[in-house]
């Protein structure tokens, strides 16, 4: 079975510019979560999804960041401008719905704002 | 107080050895629990589940303590194949996870 598949794997750009992340989550998994971890403040939740519909985004840094889920399989993470303290790897995670599910995550997609 | 403290290591064992890993929560209402394990530039992986008293799978044994507010991993008989980050997880309302720091082990021949 397919596992959450994230693009692209890799990502350089120069600050100011847009980036879009994506992500198609497990089939059959109604819950749907976006991370970023970094070295100094490891893995934290920006915001997450069930049945395509936003539940939690307080972990959305700010402004510059947006999330949308137009259907079951498929989710963007965006940034726009980018700046350099974005550079992070950013995960995905899905997991079928109801309390005390673990999350099966993508490969992450390693991102630098130049 | 973070919501999940983990010591971050590293712990280095030499191969065989049994190390135990701690890790303590803040928020008593929680009722799930998980154990991920995380290689360098890879995605966290999930090593198992800790739901009421414990769970034990192969060389691997996690505790809970609720009245302590801790769960704990054993890994018994370590293999080089076990060096990772750990990373303690317990579930929040609905099936929102927070995450620890992790605990960086290093298994040597």
């Known amino acids: 079975d397919a596992g959450v598949i994230q693009s692209p794997r890799h990502e350089v750009t120069e600050m100011g510019q847009e980036v879009t992340l994506r992500c198609k989550p497990i089939?059959?998994?109604?819950?749907l979560f976006w991370y970023r971890q970094t070295m100094m403040r490891g893995l934290e939740l920006l915001i997450y999804?069930?049945?395509?519909?936003?539940?939690?985004d307080s972990g959305m840094p700010e402004d510059r960041f947006s999330a949308k889920m137009p259907n079951a399989s498929f989710s963007t993470l965006k940034i726009q401008p980018s700046e350099p303290r974005d550079s992070a790897v950013y995960f995905c995670?899905?997991?079928?719905?109801?309390?005390?599910?673990?999350?099966?995550f993508g490969d992450g997609t390693r991102l630098s704002i130049l | 107080r973070k919501e999940v403290e983990q010591d971050p290591g590293p712990f280095n064992v030499p191969e065989g050895a049994t190390v135990a890993f701690n890790c303590t929560y803040s928020?008593?209402?929680?009722?799930?629990f998980f154990w991920y394990r995380q290689d360098c530039r890879k995605e966290p992986k999930l090593l198992m589940s800790?739901?009421?008293s414990g769970n034990e799978d192969g060389r691997f044994t996690a505790q809970l303590n609720r009245a302590s507010q801790y769960i704990s991993l054993l890994i018994r008989d370590s293999k080089l194949s076990d060096s990772a980050t750990y990373l303690c997880?317990?579930?929040?309302?609905?099936?929102?996870?927070?995450f620890g720091a992790g605990t960086i082990l290093r298994v040597k021949s």
């Open positions: 995670a899905s997991s079928p719905s109801g309390d005390n599910q673990p999350q099966h």
């Open positions: 089939s059959g998994h109604n819950s």
């Open positions: 999804f069930n049945n395509n519909v936003p539940i939690d």
């Open positions: 928020n008593s209402a929680s009722q799930s």
């Open positions: 800790v739901y009421s």
């Open positions: 997880v317990r579930g929040e309302y609905g099936n929102k996870l927070v």
